[in-house]
């Protein structure tokens, strides 16, 4: 089972809108010290549309060598067809686990959807995490689709959840139990999700407050639900403001930076924030102790 905290890191840019190497060295061994539990890499975070197919292979292999810890590699595309083909290819660089979520463009029916992921998990000698993430997708996946994946495909060994609707997370901890890795996908049912015994969370505000994040997670499972809930209220006014309140990924490189991380502007059409903008998340970080 996968557990713990994964941050979805962003993807460093120069000024010529090219992956910054030296900067996502950086920043994956950054991530390791503030204690998080692993990296997904090519998730929504790191603009993976914006992503080459040689550029999104060429960002897997370097996290996979430069982390210690387990990398989620995202090979989410809109065909089969290519979805399997950069599975493969991430799987040889030696990801941990693949998250797929659905095609994004048009939009399919639950038999679609079903006949997608059964195709990808039997050309696939890999572990897969379903990605559920109607905010780009439009669509829900279906539990019953959820279930019936699970049941008939060993290597489907989890989702993340990015509806941030609690009760369909407790109904899908309700059918699937401890056999099926069920983590959070948004910052904001965190604490909720696992007092329901989620084992985890992907969430953007890591890349953010990567160290309050990991805190969270170890002070759950310690007991002190006093201190985790102090902590998830913290966590909250970070992805309100950042995750929730602008545009994301440029949000998310904002407050990197102002915490002195480089990682770059975002790719075109992403643009950059404007000053009134930059301001409000400075005190929104101050606000929470991190700057």
Same mark, same amino acid.
């Given at each position: ?143 019953? $689709?959820? %279930? ?5 495909? /060993?290597? #489907?060994?989890? +989702? !993340? ?5 609690? &009760? ?69 006014? $970070?992805? %309100? ?5 602008? /545009?994301? #990924?440029?949000? +998310? !490189? ?5 915490? &002195? ?31």
């Amino acid at each position: 089972m996968l557990r713990g905290v994964f941050v979805p890191h962003v993807t460093p840019f120069d000024e010529r809108e090219e992956v910054n190497r030296g900067l996502l060295r950086e920043l994956v061994h950054r991530f390791e010290k503030a204690g998080l539990n692993g990296l997904v890499t090519l998730g929504s975070n790191g603009e993976f549309p914006y992503l080459g197919f040689e550029e999104k292979v060429e960002v897997v292999r370097i996290v996979r060598e430069e982390s210690s810890l387990p990398v989620i590699g995202g090979a989410t595309e809109n065909s089969t067809k290519e979805t399997v083909r950069l599975g493969r290819v991430l799987l040889d660089l030696g990801v941990d686990a693949l998250l797929i979520g659905p095609p994004y463009y048009f939009k399919p029916s639950p038999e679609e959807l079903y006949t997608h992921y059964s195709r990808i998990a039997d050309s696939l000698d890999g572990r897969i995490l379903l990605y559920n993430v109607p905010k780009f997708t439009g669509l829900n996946i279906p539990l019953d $689709v959820i %279930e019936r994946l699970a049941e008939e495909h /060993s290597n #489907i060994i989890g +989702i !993340k959840d990015s509806s941030a609707n609690m &009760g369909r997370i407790a109904e899908l901890l309700r059918r699937m139990g401890d056999r099926f890795t069920i983590l959070a996908g948004t910052a904001d049912v965190m604490y909720p999700s696992w007092m329901l015994g989620a084992h985890g969370a992907i969430v953007a505000v890591a890349n953010v407050v990567p160290e309050l994040c990991a805190e969270l997670y170890r002070t759950f499972f310690r007991g002190d639900h006093e201190k985790a809930r102090e902590l998830q209220l913290k966590v909250n006014l $970070v992805n %309100e403001v950042v995750v929730k309140g602008y /545009s994301q #990924i440029s949000a +998310i !490189k904002t407050a990197m930076e102002l915490r &002195g991380w480089r990682v770059g502007k975002p790719r075109l059409p992403s643009m950059p924030l404007g000053k009134e903008a930059v301001e409000d998340i400075k005190k929104t970080l101050a606000e929470v102790g991190v700057l």
